[in-house]
Nanobody, 114 residues
Framework: QVQLVESGGGLVQPGGSLRLSCAAS????????MGWYRQAPGKQRELVAS???????NYADSVKGRFTISRDNAKKTVYLQMNSLKPEDTATYYC????????WGQGTQVTVSS
């Protein structure tokens, strides 16, 4: 079955950086679009970034210029490099696979606080 395992979350100070990773199995990774969503307490889940099988990317306005999504097809892994983190980036971050976000990981917590 499809498995998406996120890692790399944690506590970071404002202005700091984190890199999230999502290792995929059970899918033909190189042809699948991947994405990162986040959900903060009391807020709606939102799409943070996505990347197609050809490497085209899309970002939420709130993270443009600060976050970068990338993929390594050989490692079946998608990454989210997060720089200049702000307290409002605090959320649980989820990796998704498929053009309709058909599959979801379990999530990893990112907390931005001094």
């Amino acid at each position: 079955q499809v498995q998406l395992v996120e890692s790399g979350g944690g506590l970071v100070q404002p202005g700091g950086s984190l890199r999230l990773s999502c290792a995929a199995s059970g899918i033909f990774f190189r042809i699948v679009a991947m994405g990162w969503y986040r959900q903060a307490p009391g807020k709606q889940r939102e799409l943070v970034a996505s990347i197609t099988s050809l490497g085209s990317t899309n970002y939420a306005d709130s993270v443009k210029g600060r976050f970068t999504i990338s993929r390594d097809n050989a490692k079946k892994t998608v990454y989210l490099q997060m720089n200049s983190l702000k307290p409002e980036d605090t959320a649980t971050y989820y990796c998704t696979a498929g053009g309709n976000s058909d599959y979801w990981g379990q999530g990893t917590q990112v907390t931005v606080s001094s």
